[in-house]
């Protein structure tokens, strides 16, 4: 297949500099079988499925895949890899879109929502197309294994959407048990992302995988502190929206172990005007730093853990992915 011309992500280019010239013909591989896999041109969702694949966001997993498989340093494109950065996009993207129409959310990054521009009927099908994509590409392949760790993927993110909807209003759930939630709603799929990747470059799958799934873990914790900071400029999305949708996360959490007056508000009487003002209330105590502080943790002990690696740069580019997600880049 042809490379197609694809501007790198500014955010992305640094770590690509580092990982070498291998990898933004594989980016742009990517970018353009997952434009054609997200709408083939056989029906009436295509141009929504396609507007919301091209809206999408900076390709953090997809270029995760290729790091751990390792960039071919000749620039031949690697079809295990291209279709693991492919699938995993799609499923992002799938659960994006579903997550969309569960919570009402007129907003995504800073753009109007399928859910909004076409209801909810429309968004939940591009959503399923979405899903259903990921694993023809997958299946493509011909090998069970990377499907069967697609498949395992997407039941840990039902599994955390469902965890979420059960603890939806509580203030009482623990960190362990909103860790848990992260693991699943978010670690599983760079974990799975890094998995393929490793399978496609023989590395280490158990030990990649761990390694991005703290990394999820962590790009979570700091999801939920933007939820309560902002700004919406930067977010594309109003400050306290996991609080209205009853999202309770670690930074709110941690606030009410802190303040009595925050420990007395019972989470279903904010309403949207009064949102940005309990975020102030939240960002006022500790718990802001003290969730940036555990995300750090999380990462600097799965760097840690990382087997010791013989390609320098792709050591050094994971380095950078991690880096960026602590410094709130990625
Ligand atoms: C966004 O997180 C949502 C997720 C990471 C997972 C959503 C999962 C589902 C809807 C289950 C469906 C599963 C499949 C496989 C299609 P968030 O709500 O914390 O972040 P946001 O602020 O970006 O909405
Ligand atoms: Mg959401």
């Known amino acids: 297949m042809p490379a197609t011309r694809h501007e790198v992500p500014a955010v992305l280019r640094p770590i690509v500099e580092v990982a070498g010239p291998g990898v933004p013909p594989l980016l742009a591989l990517i970018e353009a079988r997952l434009r054609r896999a997200a709408a083939p041109g056989d029906g ?4 929504v499925a396609e507007r919301t694949v091209a809206a999408g966001g900076k390709r953090l997993r997809p270029l995760l895949a290729i790091l751990v498989a390792g960039a071919p340093v000749d620039g031949a494109p690697r079809d295990a890899v291209v279709r693991a950065g492919v699938a ?11 997550d969309d129409v569960l919570d009402a959310a007129p907003l995504r990054r800073g753009r109007p929502t399928a859910f909004h521009t076409h ?7 591009v959503g ?28 840990a993110l039902a599994r955390g959407e469902l965890l979420q909807r059960a603890d939806a209003w509580r203030a009482d759930v623990d960190e362990a048990r909103y860790l848990e939630r992260c693991r699943l709603k ?27 799934e703290a990394l999820g873990v962590a790009f979570q914790l700091f999801d939920d502190v933007l939820d309560v900071v902002g700004p919406p400029e930067v977010t ?19 606030a009410r172990a802190e303040s009595a007056e925050l420990a007395a508000l019972d989470p279903t009487t904010i309403g949207p005007a009064d949102a940005e003002g ?5 960002a006022a105590t500790g718990a802001i730093a003290a969730t940036e502080d555990r995300a750090r943790e999380l990462v600097a002990a799965a760097l840690a853990a990382l087997p010791a ?10 380095a950078l992915v991690a880096r960026g997600v602590v410094d709130r880049r990625l």
């Open 119 to 125: 209801g909810r009927a429309a968004a939940t099908v």
């Open 236 to 254: 594309g999305k109003a400050r306290g929206t996991d609080l209205l949708d009853g999202t309770m996360t670690l930074p709110f959490l941690l």
């Open 278 to 282: 309990v975020c102030d209330r939240i």
């Open 309 to 318: 690696d013989d390609d320098v740069r792709r050591a050094d580019a994971l």
């Open 88 to 98: 995993v996009e799609l499923i992002h993207t799938a659960t994006l879109v579903h």
């Open 186 to 212: 978010t670690g599983a799929l760079f974990a799975a992302a890094a998995r393929l990747g490793a399978l496609a470059g023989d590395r280490d799958p158990d030990a990649y995988a761990r390694f991005a």
């Open 44 to 47: 009436p969702v295509d141009e």
């Open 128 to 155: 399923d197309r979405l899903l259903a994509a990921a694993f023809a590409e997958i299946a493509r392949g011909g090998d069970p294994e990377p499907a069967a760790v697609l498949a395992e993927a997407s039941r």
